[in-house]
């Protein structure tokens, strides 16, 4: 029998804290291990994202660099591959991509006011105290305390705290919340997921929001000592949404996973909406956000993203990488969600938002396999035939020059044939058209100038970046057996191929 230690037997079965008598504990750590064993074996488990050792996870929770490690937290579901009881997980790391699983920092506390759930929130530190604000659920004491109704779940939201003495391995909670209920003459679409900053000698908080009727908002509070909070007015609101569904989320009329800060000599909000992240770059004047430009994060599976700065004050963006596989398959897998690798924004000289993969992830790379073109002469076709991603576990970096009147495309098939994922670029009309598989994205790039992507190639997991402004993150589910052939089309275009193996963080997917 393997050994395996209690912390990681509990963690394994997917409980916090429990005591079983002797019998038990045996019997039941054959099957808490072949559990494991199956993740750490499981090819579509990523190698070189965080996720978490088992079970579900959602949004980026309070990222942080604090006394010279990375902090990420974010919602996990202790019980199953399912989303149910949020509470929040705690990952560390020495450079942001290598991670180390941490016991689960907040969970609900039973008959409190977050007894349903520990929802998104942010990390900020007060006067060094690292405090975490995050939203809680619970059932409404009347029905009109009601805050979020999705057709599933009618909760009462409210703004909590929590503080850390040991380095942010446990938590102490307010006795109560910091923010029990909404401005009284908005009929708001939800009250959640707070994002802070300091601005001069206070702080200042927005949550994301929405108003029936009017759209999405996010809603500024300011506050100078994080437990009291006054509400000045939304710092930028939507407008109505012209589609009607019982989740105001699914329409744009609830803005969720706020995320603001300074970028550049503008600002950046982020907003997760109808299943997308939106960005909007623009002036913060008055205590009011005014957009000048706005785009699509990320075109693909991708959510609830969330920014801190590195170690070096660099704007670094996190998001969540949902399944788009139904949800019988990942429970029957044991595990659903994968944390996006860090992105560093930055603004484009027209002030749209750049967004290009941290130079961190560079550490996994194996040793460099390259071709440059042109590709039609003998030896290079022979290196490029020789090319492989082995293990799904590769960065492939491609530049070609669009023709105006052709498509250019990508293919990753196995050597035994097996189709894997075909990426494309048709330049049309005025903006051209990105695509991996059927993910589209919407790229302008001019005729005549170099394109560059940029892929990462991990288990189930693609993100792909094309000329650091448009993103698509895809989920792929069928594990070739044999290694991944790359083939380019038309050869001509392409001016240079590079792929790296990527090392994995450990040897069992995280599974430890
Ligand atoms: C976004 C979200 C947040 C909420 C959390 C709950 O994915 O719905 O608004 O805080 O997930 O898990």
Redesign the pocket.
């Known amino acids: 029998m393997h050994k395996i230690s209690r912390r990681r037997f509990t963690a394994a079965l997917g409980t916090t804290a429990v005591t079983l008598s002797a019998p038990k504990w045996i019997s039941a750590l054959g099957s808490a291990e072949k559990k494991a064993s199956a993740l750490a074996l499981d090819p579509l488990r990523p190698q070189f994202h965080l996720l978490p050792a088992a079970n579900w996870m ?2 980026p929770n309070g990222p942080i660099f604090f006394e010279g490690r990375y902090h990420m937290f974010y ?1 996990y579901d202790p019980f199953g591959a399912f ?1 149910g009881s ?1 509470h929040w997980a705690h990952g560390t790391s020495p450079d942001m991509v290598h991670w180390h699983h941490e016991p689960i920092a907040i969970a609900p506390t039973p008959n409190g006011y977050d007894r349903d ?1 520990v ?3 942010a990390i900020v530190l007060d006067r060094g105290t690292p405090t975490a604000i ?2 809680g659920v619970a059932p409404p004491p009347s029905p009109s305390d009601a805050t979020l109704k999705d057709g599933a779940h009618t909760w009462r939201e409210v703004q909590c705290l929590a503080i850390s003495h040991d380095g942010m391995r446990t938590w102490q909670k307010a006795r109560d919340p910091i923010l029990s209920s909404p401005p009284d003459a908005l009929n708001v679409t ?1 009250f ?2 707070p994002c802070l900053w300091r601005e001069g000698d206070e702080w200042r908080m927005v949550l ?1 929001s929405g108003v029936a009727g009017k759209g999405g908002a996010i809603l500024l509070y300011r506050s100078t000592d994080l437990r009291h909070w006054t509400y000045l007015h939304p710092l930028i609101e939507g407008s109505p949404s012209t589609s009607k569904s019982v989740n105001p ?1 699914d329409t744009g009329e609830m803005w ?2 706020p995320d603001f800060f300074s970028l550049g000599d503008r600002h950046a909000l982020l907003i ?1 909406t109808m299943g997308r992240v939106f960005w909007k770059v623009g002036q913060y004047k008055d205590q009011r956000f005014l957009p000048e430009k706005e785009g699509t994060v990320d075109f693909g599976a991708y ?2 993203a969330r920014t801190m700065l590195d170690r070096d004050g660099n704007r670094i963006l996190w998001g ?1 990488i949902p399944e788009t596989r139904p949800e019988k398959e990942h429970k029957a897998a044991g595990w659903a969600g994968v944390m996006s690798l860090p992105r560093v924004l930055t603004l484009a000289p027209d002030g749209t938002l750049r967004m290009a993969p941290s130079p961190a992830v560079e550490t996994f790379r194996g040793e460099l396999v390259q071709v440059r073109g042109p590709l039609d002469s003998a030896p290079a076709a022979k290196s490029l035939a020789a090319m492989r991603i082995r293990n799904l576990a590769a960065e492939l970096e491609v530049t070609f020059v669009p023709d105006a009147n052709h498509p250019f495309s990508l293919e990753l098939r196995s050597e035994a044939d097996e189709p894997f994922a075909t990426l494309a670029y048709r330049p049309e009309g005025t903006g051209g058209d990105l695509s991996i598989n059927k993910t589209h994205a919407v790229l302008a790039a001019p005729a005549g100038q170099p394109l560059r992507l940029r892929l990462f190639v991990d288990g189930s997991v693609l993100e792909l970046f094309a000329n650091d402004t448009a993103a698509i993150t895809e989920r792929v589910y069928t594990a070739p057996q044999t290694p991944l052939k790359i083939a380019p089309r038309p050869r001509s275009a392409v001016t240079e191929i590079a792929v790296w193996p990527m090392k994995p963080i450990s040897s069992d997917r995280l599974t430890s």
């Open positions: 959602n949004d919602q989303w949020m759930g929802f998104s929130g995050y939203t939800g959640r997921d994301g989320v969720e996973c997760s959510y609830a969540w």
